[in-house]
């Protein structure tokens, strides 16, 4: 079983969903939570009203944070050095493989990854619903829902949650194919 997994979320400056405003990353190694990050990002384009409204962030919030390319040179080994995971999976890779690929930055062909959203549909079926908030509620867990260290703190707390409940992590890999954007066909 894998040991280190790297719980991640992103906010988005606009609806086009292929740059990052703020990105958050928990580090969860041998059952508990070893590192954080949590920092604003440059997204170097427009923001919409929508998503200044649902996160806060605000161009002038950000305009002297490092942009994307910046933050990857720190922030790639990170991402390199685990499974990574993520609530609603899909949306979070997505976004990932869009602004590597529109600032010319290959990382991997693939990646394998787990989504806490798909888990917790299996694991916690009794729920009337698998959003991050109704989890965090359901689990006791703090949450300042729509800002990404908490989101990406949230996330890997509920996989903490499914691990020390016995759950196995092989039924729930999947893989992220970062040049087409989307999850690989499984076989």
């Known amino acids: 079983m894998q040991e280190r997994y790297i719980a991640f979320d992103v906010e988005t400056p606009n609806c086009r969903n292929d740059r990052i405003s703020a990105i958050g990353v928990t580090v969860v190694e041998n059952g508990q939570v070893t590192e954080q990050y949590d920092t604003l990002v440059d997204p170097e384009c427009s923001f919409d009203p929508f998503n200044v409204s649902l996160t806060g962030i605000t161009p002038e919030l950000v305009a002297d944070k490092p942009t ?3 933050l990857w040179r720190e ?3 990170v ?3 685990g499974l990574l995971v993520a609530h609603n999976a899909p949306f979070d890779m997505g976004v990932l493989a869009k602004c590597l690929r529109d600032y010319g930055i290959f990382w ?3 990646v394998s990854y787990v989504c806490t ?3 917790s549909r299996r694991l916690l079926p009794q729920l009337p619903n698998h959003r991050l908030n109704t989890l965090c509620d359901s ?3 703090e949450l300042d829902h729509h ?3 908490s989101d990406g703190l949230a996330c890997g707390e509920i ?3 499914h691990l020390h409940a016995g759950a196995r992590i092989e039924p729930f890999l999947r893989t992220y194919d970062l040049i087409g954007i989307r999850t690989a066909k499984r076989r």
């Open 68 to 70: 994307f390319p910046e």
């Open 75 to 77: 922030l790639g080994p």
């Open 79 to 81: 991402m390199d050095s």
């Open 108 to 110: 991997h062909g693939t």
């Open 117 to 119: 959203c798909q888990m």
């Open 139 to 141: 689990l006791g867990l």
């Open 147 to 149: 800002q990404a260290g």
């Open 159 to 161: 996989l903490l949650h």
